[in-house]
């Protein structure tokens, strides 16, 4: 299992367009094959994390490959106040 994290910038007076569009999409993402779990989270005024879990990182890359991120991606992305930066990761056993 994997651990995408996403840290978004968008500019203050997209947040409300952004939180809009997004949150209905979300059930969307959860429902591609692989995908364990998405969160939206929000932070300071502007920031956005995205916390998505995958069951390996080629679920994660077809999902990156598909019509619905071809519909998210290019929608935010002129909404960036800073480019967005993100994380592939797995869980240390403990």
């Known amino acids: 299992m994997i651990t995408r994290l996403v840290h978004l910038h968008i500019s203050l007076d997209r947040c409300a367009d952004f939180e809009a569009f997004v949150q209905p999409r979300m059930a969307r ?43 998210i991606w290019p929608t935010v992305k002129p909404w960036f106040a800073a480019k967005a930066a993100a994380w592939t990761t797995t869980q240390i056993p403990f």
Not at 37 to 50: D, K, M
């Open 29 to 71: 993402i959860e429902a591609q094959p692989g995908c364990l779990g998405v969160r939206l989270l929000r932070g300071e005024p502007g920031h956005y994390f995205t916390v998505s879990e995958w069951a390996e990182e080629k679920d994660l890359e077809a999902y990156r490959d598909s019509s619905l991120f071809a519909e």
